[in-house]
């Protein structure tokens, strides 16, 4: 079953539809689509994964005009080069990703810079925001439809930054990761090297880490969230769930959602009225 839940009402407003196609360590990647425009930010799985969940929501490779990596680790980044060549869509990364990922600037990737705004077509435009993560350049991305209106997909940080939260502020939609559970974390069975990088500032956002950011930025207009990149290791979605509704749950009438290893599941909207409906569809 896959459950769509959008904003109902008028449709006279330029509309952004938020798809996760799956996340967590083993892949990710998320679609986004206007009315104009279908880009692919990460695309982590391999290419015939990445079909095969498009075609479940009847998109065909063919009609995504981008490809969007937010670093070069290849649980973001695994099918990238090979999808934007193979559906002829245009591939974006910052320079460093590309030249990691032994890509030519120019010829076959489009590099943006820090804080770039990308327009991609009137109803679509992506700005990358850099985050602290280890041996990698990684970026956040905001994405703004044509009336202002604006989704974060945030993953792959040990801590947020000041320029993050200022871009996060007013976000209708927010996908951000909530990878473990601390206390999993440290009494399991990583070496101390490696649990210190997960839960260092380059690593990864905790439950806790990821509900303080959410109860500092939580407004009324904050439509849905969805956690993801969970670990399978040191996380739960009960878990993830239950220590952030303890922070947001007097503040937040939206819908909460937790992206799996195994999607798409679900599909949020924005640009139409601020009521939430959810509908299944087999």
């Not at 943006?112 to 327009?119: A, C, K, P, T």
């Not at 690593?203 to 969805?226: F, K, M, R, W, Y």
Request: aromatic share 4%; hydrophobic share 35%; with cysteine.
């Amino acid at each position: 079953m896959f459950q769509v839940v959008y904003p109902f009402g008028s449709t006279d407003c330029m509309s952004l539809e938020i798809t996760h196609l799956g996340s967590g360590s083993r892949g990710n990647s998320i679609l986004l689509q206007s009315d104009e425009s279908k880009i692919l930010i990460d695309c982590g799985f391999s290419l015939r994964q990445i079909e095969s969940r498009l075609a479940k929501i009847n998109v065909s490779g063919d009609e995504i005009d981008g490809v969007f990596v937010s670093h070069h680790h290849g649980d973001h980044s695994k099918s990238a080069v090979r999808a934007s060549k193979k559906w002829g869509a245009r591939l974006y990364s910052n320079l460093e990703t590309a030249i990691k990922l032994g890509i030519r600037p120019i010829e076959e990737v489009r590099t943006f810079s820090d804080l770039e705004r990308i327009q991609l077509s009137s109803d679509l435009s992506i700005l990358p925001v850099p985050v602290p993560h280890d041996d990698a350049e990684n970026v956040a991305f905001i994405a703004s439809n044509g009336d202002g209106r604006r989704a974060a997909i945030v993953t792959d940080l040990g801590e947020p930054t000041v320029e993050l939260m200022k871009h996060l502020h007013g976000c209708e939609h927010i996908s951000i990761e909530s990878n473990y559970d601390l206390g999993r974390l440290m009494s399991g069975p990583y070496p101390p090297a490696l649990k210190r990088r997960i839960s260092g500032r380059g690593g990864h956002l905790s439950n806790e880490q990821t509900a303080d950011i959410l109860s500092e930025i939580c407004h009324p207009n904050l439509s849905s969230i969805v956690l993801c990149h969970l670990s399978e290791k040191n996380n739960a979605p009960h878990l993830a769930e239950s220590e952030v509704l303890m922070e947001i749950e007097e503040k937040f009438n939206g819908d909460l959602s937790i992206s799996l290893q195994d999607g798409p599941e679900f599909s949020h909207w924005l640009g139409q009225e601020d009521s939430i409906s959810v509908r299944n569809i087999v």
